[in-house]
């Protein structure tokens, strides 16, 4: 059984952003309208820490109070468009994703559920993390008469520099989803709504010290584009807590290549040389194998190797089943149309930049270190 940490550890200003608020937010784009007190007993909480958590996302205009409970914004609000604006029906929606795979499909679902609400059209176009690819489905979002694009581009490299010299003439709304960027001789902010992957590192590593663990390394999926941003939350989180330096830290290749095999038997390696205890790892795949190796190697789990993963993607599916960090996929894909619709509807507002946190699920794979 899944149980949601609360983000114990983490300090207590971030404490409330961790899995109630993300929760209550995503309630409330999903419904439209929540009760107090029906959001204290899904969450077992008290009703004042529901209406506390409201207030500071009120606070952020991302949800609007109401008596006994709270609402999706209105037209005037931070993050949504009018409901009922006409002007808004059956206009076109078009998304490009990098992946149709793992992550992004809920972002994708959200997307499209929340387009459906508000009578748009949606279109979706999926890439292979490739420049070229991207202005090319970018070109036939438009050709199939987008108002509005939601995109996840490549933004390293020579596409990223591409990519940025487009966004900073782009004459249709433009909402990055995962991705952040400054374009333009002004460095003008582009509309954008992302997950705050750090702090979810953080969490994770704030819930395997709880445990008592105090070597607590990392395994990367070194190409994927919120890298930096966990290995970050992990070093972060490790100096926080005064933990012991020299644990694991290690970047994975992609796993669909020759090398991948190999790389796992050497992260292993690197745990058992380096007495790691713990281990942050992303993404799910390469959690899951590594655990997998791990036991055929006679290390068990969590005897003797503690383990969260990153995205929650099936983690909960493998076995022993995975502790995860999981990112708000659905709630990313409908913040992001809201955001998309409410500039169609005033162009003139300003830009948004909205982080979500994500959650922590404590299951099987995470307990004390063999010698507490």
Known sequence: ???????????????????????????????????????????????????????????????????????????????????????????????????????????????????????????????????????????????????????????????????????????????????????????????SVVTDHTFGAQMAVHHLASLGHTRVGIVLAGASPHADQIRQGWRTACLDLGLAAGATEFDLPDKRSPGFGAAIEDAIQSIQDTETTALLVHSDPEAIKLVQRAEERGISVPGQLSVVSYDDEVAGLSTPTLSAIRPPRRTIGRTAVNLLAARLADPGRPVHQVTVSPTLYVRESSGPPASS
């Not at 209550?24 to 107090?36: C, F, Y």
């Not at 990098?98 to 387009?115: C, I, K, N, T």
């Not at 490549?154 to 433009?174: F, H, K, N, Y």
């Open 1 to 191: 059984m899944d149980h949601v940490a609360d983000g114990a550890g983490v300090s207590p200003s971030r404490r409330l952003a961790v899995s109630r608020r993300a929760a209550v937010l995503e309630a409330v784009l999903q419904r439209g309208t929540v009760r107090v007190s029906d959001l204290a007993t899904e969450l077992d909480v008290t009703p004042v820490t529901v209406r506390r958590d409201i207030s500071d996302l009120a606070d952020q205009g991302l949800v609007r109070r109401v008596h006994g409970g709270a609402t999706r914004p209105d037209e005037n609000d931070f993050a949504a468009a009018p409901r009922t604006d006409r002007a808004l029906t059956n206009r076109v929606i078009g998304m490009l994703v990098p992946s149709l795979d793992f992550y992004w499909p809920g972002v994708a679902r959200g997307a499209e559920e929340e387009a459906k609400s508000l009578g748009m059209r949606f279109t979706l176009r999926g890439s292979v993390y490739d420049a070229q690819d991207e202005r090319d489905d970018v070109a036939r979002l438009l050709d199939v008469g987008a108002s509005g694009l939601l995109l996840a581009p490549t933004m390293r490299g020579p596409g990223g520099d591409a990519i940025r010299e487009w966004l900073s003439t782009a004459t249709l709304p433009v909402v990055l989803t995962e991705r952040t960027a400054v374009v333009g001789a002004s460095n003008r902010a582009i509309e």
